[in-house]
């Protein structure tokens, strides 16, 4: 009898054991969240690029029900300027309403800016903890393979892989998402490198833990660190990119409403109507700019050295 007491207190101390572990995962958890957002809301730049982003992805997505016009309506006199027949920014080569158009743009452009970087992520964060774990053969294979893409401009590959199919948003996030591996897989391997000759990765080999476990539990959050901030730094770049394709024809196709499809259109009215062009070129490049400040602000967020300071 006292022994079936004393297992039945030891499973139970051992229950709460891993609930008070549980709990206080949790915490540190929340902990840390709330050191990086300090060091975050430090970068006065940053706090304001999220606002900023904030409000951008808000009036995109409330697109259908706070537009003035229909985007692809032509509701006003050819290259109208700014206040011409009541619309706010004026009228593009056809008369359609250019800001009805930047509101429902900038829903593609931020899916052509996130979906391409996050997608190439994902896939990079694999092949470069394959390589530079493993190391060896299967390091050597990865690596010549991605240096083939490497020689080839980012943007020239991303044209060549769009020309080579028929122009749509499929085929402008297939080519940068491919154009964008090489470059994030080359940071993913570097710095799982580096982090696999750490003590702890070690002392979890001598105590008999798996790879996986040793992937999944120490290297891959030691890692990702680096590989989030310099992807958030890519969407800006990469909305530039995809604006850039559809202004050569290769992405977005008339009618639908895109920022580098609205500056490509805007050159056939560019002496009579500037702002055509002016508006989405001015937006296109105040939004990149706003994801360059979020990623520094990220860089120091989830650097513990810049913590401390």
């Known amino acids: 009898m006292t022994r079936q007491t004393d297992l039945i207190t030891s499973d139970s101390k051992r229950k709460r054991s891993a609930s008070e572990l549980r709990h206080e995962k949790i915490r540190m958890m929340f902990r840390t969240l709330r050191f990086a957002w300090h060091a975050y809301a430090k970068d006065k730049a940053a706090v304001g690029a999220l606002i900023f982003m904030g409000i951008i992805v808000l009036v995109t997505i ?34 359609r309403d250019i800001l009805s158009r930047l509101l429902w743009g900038g829903r593609v452009a931020l899916l052509v800016g996130v979906v391409p970087t996050a997608a190439a992520t994902a896939i990079a964060v694999l092949l470069g903890l394959l390589a530079g774990y493993a190391g060896g053969w299967l390091d050597q294979i990865i690596m010549r393979v991605l240096d083939v893409f490497f020689a080839f401009p980012l943007v020239l590959l991303a044209i060549v892989i769009a020309g080579i199919l028929d122009p749509g948003m499929g085929t402008l996030i297939f080519a940068i998402t491919i154009a964008l591996i090489p470059y994030i897989s080359r940071l993913v391997r570097t710095t799982t490198v580096s982090v696999k000759q750490e003590p702890y990765i070690e002392a979890a080999r001598a105590g008999g833990a798996a790879t996986s476990t040793i992937l999944a539990r120490y290297v891959l959050p030691n890692m990702l660190a680096p590989v989030i901030v310099y992807s958030t730094t890519l969407i800006g770049l990469m909305m530039v990119v995809g604006s850039g394709l559809s202004f050569l024809g290769l992405g977005i196709q008339p009618p639908d409403a895109d920022w580098g499809t609205m500056v490509s259109d805007g050159r056939a009215v560019l002496k009579k109507a500037p702002h ?7 937006i296109i490049v105040i939004v990149s700019l706003a994801f360059s400040f979020i990623g520094d602000g990220l860089r120091d967020a989830l650097d513990p050295r810049a913590r401390v300071r």
């Open 276 to 282: 055509a062009t002016a508006f989405p070129g001015f």
């Open 62 to 95: 409330l697109a259908p029900y706070i537009s003035p016009h229909d985007p692809n309506d032509a509701v006003g006199t050819r290259g109208g300027f700014p206040g011409t027949d009541g619309l706010i920014l004026g009228g593009d080569m056809d008369g």
